[in-house]
């Protein structure tokens, strides 16, 4: 994946295989050299770009990604401005960096960006980018997207899955209730991924993640994967490079392949007759018998449900963190959660829709922690005008959200963590209004599974807020809050508390 998080990762293959080749890489680097001079020789002088800083030969702007990009970019914007023109390798990309500009490219432009880079590993992985999130813009992803506007992720639909959302969350507080029995510190950075990818995979394809290894095993390389380095995706001109090195990702595309076979045509033969009981896999194999979907395009839009426990997973996380690191705010929140729920022994659906400030503190959350704090990377084949600048055809558009959502200039006390700043109204995530908050993207590529997110979400947390107090464990003086950047942006270290029963 292109995405720009992993491309220090992709350095570092690039490297290792350079240093395993010699010859190879001589080679590289003579048809580059050759390759960057005859481009730059050709190139029309007569558009008015945006800005750039200043780049290196062959890797264009690489170094200047650093451990953190979308921080890294933020930095950037504030020299060259809110869209910078970007080059990473040989690719072109534009880096938008204010709420107004990103107005112009998902809504104002937004038949113009609403393609995706063609990038390796989702072509294979995605079966020539035949999932939801990777498809060109065009009718087929218009097709895909009604079904799962109207199949898979409705109201309705979100709604039949409660049962599972009910028994994952009595299963983690039933973990958890052991460490509190015992007063060790509970892994709540496992157990919180583990209810959420098992209640994706159940209403998925009605497994549970843990309790299949082999589906454990595939869906984590395949997510390393979608990240690693591929020549083509920075180095167009090399692509043929990627068959030569690309024997792992082969190998283990016909694993994932061979899994998905198995999976679709065991669930053919025992086909579910209650309407009720039907996860995402009937639905998608209904529309496959309405002549809405093949074979491979199931395959791919099930490896978009496989992976969609992730992001769910790690705003929980984000929340739990910065409610822990601000005591009043997780008093506020507890006391809330414990008043709605009253002398009940456990949290109901319909107590959560009462539970305010709990909906201010998953928004809150949001703002300073976007899974994707640099939304997945839109794509133009023509060349468009935004603002006054000409943006040439192949060039991909990455929209940091995390910079105008932390923006001084937009809110006050910006990188403070206050649920409160929501409770006027005026911000919801699927406003076209306010585009200073954008959490799950807006125009066509908006994200299509919000309302499944947040049922994922809430419930984490008003469970383990109803149910226990929490402290930090006796060898720790302080709590991290520090950032990895990866496929999401996680917390660095996982959050290890120790749970205590709620007062009676």
């Given at each position: 994946m292109?995405?720009?998080?992993r491309v220090?990762?992709?350095?570092?293959?690039?490297a290792?295989?350079?240093?395993?080749n010699?010859?190879?890489?001589l080679?590289?680097?003579?048809?580059?050299?050759?390759y960057f001079?005859?481009l730059?020789?050709?190139?029309?002088?007569?558009l008015?770009?945006?800005?750039?800083?200043?780049?290196l030969?062959?890797i264009?702007?690489?170094?200047?990604l650093g451990?953190?990009?979308?921080?890294?970019?933020?930095?950037?914007?504030?020299?060259?401005?809110?869209?910078?023109?970007?080059?990473?390798?040989?690719a072109k990309?534009?880096?938008v960096?204010?709420p107004?500009?990103a107005r112009?490219?998902?809504t104002t432009h937004?038949?113009?960006?609403?393609?995706?880079?063609?990038?390796?590993?989702a072509r294979m992985?995605?079966?020539?980018c035949?999932?939801?999130?990777?498809?060109?813009?065009?009718?087929?992803?218009?097709?895909?997207?009604?079904?799962y506007?109207?199949?898979?992720?409705?109201?309705?639909k979100?709604?039949?899955?409660?049962?599972?959302?009910?028994?994952?969350m009595?299963?983690m507080?039933?973990k958890?209730s052991?460490?509190?029995l015992?007063q060790?510190?509970?892994?709540l950075t496992?157990?919180i991924?583990?209810?959420?990818?098992?209640?994706?995979?159940r209403?998925?394809?009605?497994?549970?993640?843990?309790?299949?290894?082999r589906?454990?095993?595939?869906?984590k390389?395949?997510?390393i994967e979608?990240g690693?380095?591929?020549?083509?995706d920075?180095f167009?001109s090399?692509r043929w490079m990627d068959?030569?090195?690309?024997?792992?990702?082969?190998?283990?595309?016909?694993?994932?392949d061979?899994y998905?076979?198995?999976?679709?045509?065991d669930?053919v033969n025992?086909?579910?007759?209650?309407?009720e009981?039907?996860?995402?896999?009937?639905?998608?194999?209904?529309?496959?018998k309405?002549?809405k979907l093949?074979i491979?395009?199931?395959?791919?839009?099930l490896?978009?449900?496989f992976l969609?426990?992730?992001d769910?997973?790690t705003?929980s996380?984000w929340a739990?963190?910065?409610?822990f690191n601000?005591?009043?705010?997780m008093?506020?929140?507890?006391?809330?959660?414990?008043?709605?729920?009253g002398?009940?022994?456990?949290?109901?659906?319909?107590?959560i829709?009462?539970?305010?400030?709990?909906?201010?503190?998953v928004k809150?959350?949001?703002?300073?922690h976007?899974?994707s704090?640099?939304?997945?990377p839109?794509?133009t084949s023509?060349g468009?005008?935004?603002?006054?600048?000409?943006?040439?055809p192949?060039?991909t558009v990455?929209?940091?959200?995390?910079?105008?959502?932390?923006?001084p200039?937009?809110?006050?006390?910006?990188?403070?963590?206050i649920?409160?700043?929501?409770?006027?109204?005026?911000?919801?995530?699927k406003?076209?209004?306010n585009?200073?908050?954008?959490?799950f993207?807006?125009g066509?590529?908006s994200c299509?599974?919000?309302?499944f997110?947040?049922?994922?979400?809430?419930?984490?947390l008003?469970?383990?807020l109803f149910?226990?107090?929490?402290?930090?464990?006796?060898?720790?003086k302080?709590?991290?809050m520090?950032?990895?950047?990866?496929s999401?942006?996680?917390?660095k270290?996982p959050?290890q508390l120790?749970?205590v029963?709620?007062p009676s």
């Open positions: 292109v995405e720009v998080w220090q990762q992709w350095l570092e293959r690039l290792e295989a350079v240093s395993n010699i010859t190879l890489s080679v590289i680097l003579v048809l580059y050299i050759f001079f005859k730059n020789g050709n190139r029309s002088r007569n008015n770009l945006p800005p750039s800083p200043p780049k030969p062959i264009g702007n690489l170094h200047q451990d953190h990009p979308h921080r890294s970019f933020r930095d950037l914007s504030r020299k060259y401005g809110p869209m910078m023109l970007l080059h990473l390798g040989h990309t534009l880096i960096s204010s107004d500009i112009e490219i998902t937004d038949t113009v960006f609403a393609s995706r880079p063609f990038l390796t590993a992985f995605m079966y020539g035949t999932d939801l999130t990777f498809a060109p813009y065009g009718d087929y992803w218009k097709q895909v997207k009604k079904v506007a109207q199949e898979l992720f409705s109201v309705n979100v709604n039949s899955f409660r049962h599972i959302r009910e028994e994952e009595a299963l507080i039933e958890i052991s460490s509190c015992l060790t510190p509970a892994d496992s157990l991924r583990n209810a959420a990818n098992n209640l994706t995979c209403c998925g394809i009605g497994i549970k993640r843990d309790g299949n290894s589906f454990g095993e595939v869906a390389e395949v997510v979608l690693a380095f591929a020549y083509g920075i167009p090399l068959v030569l090195t690309g024997f792992r990702r082969r190998k283990l595309f016909k694993k994932v061979s998905l076979k198995q999976l679709i045509q669930r025992q086909s579910k007759a209650d309407e009981e039907k996860d995402i896999l009937d639905h998608l194999l209904q529309a496959q309405d002549n093949g491979d395009n199931i395959k791919a839009l490896i978009n449900v969609g426990g992730d769910a997973a705003t996380e739990i963190a910065e409610l601000k005591p009043s705010a008093k506020k929140a507890q006391e809330e959660v414990r008043r709605v729920v002398a009940k022994a456990k949290v109901h659906e319909e107590d829709h009462q539970m305010e400030y709990l909906k201010l503190v809150e959350t949001l703002r300073l976007a899974p704090p640099l939304l997945l839109r794509y023509v468009a005008n935004v603002k006054g600048y000409d943006i040439p192949n060039t990455l929209i940091n959200v995390w910079a105008f959502q932390t923006d200039e937009m809110w006050d006390n910006p990188e403070e963590f649920p409160e700043r929501f409770s006027n109204g005026g911000f919801d995530y406003s076209s209004q585009y200073q908050y954008l959490p993207g807006s066509r590529r299509p599974a919000i309302s997110a947040l049922a994922i979400i809430e419930p984490v008003a469970n383990l149910h226990f107090d929490w402290k930090l464990p006796s060898d720790l302080e709590f991290d520090t950032e990895e950047f990866g999401f942006v996680t917390k270290t959050i120790v749970p029963f709620r």
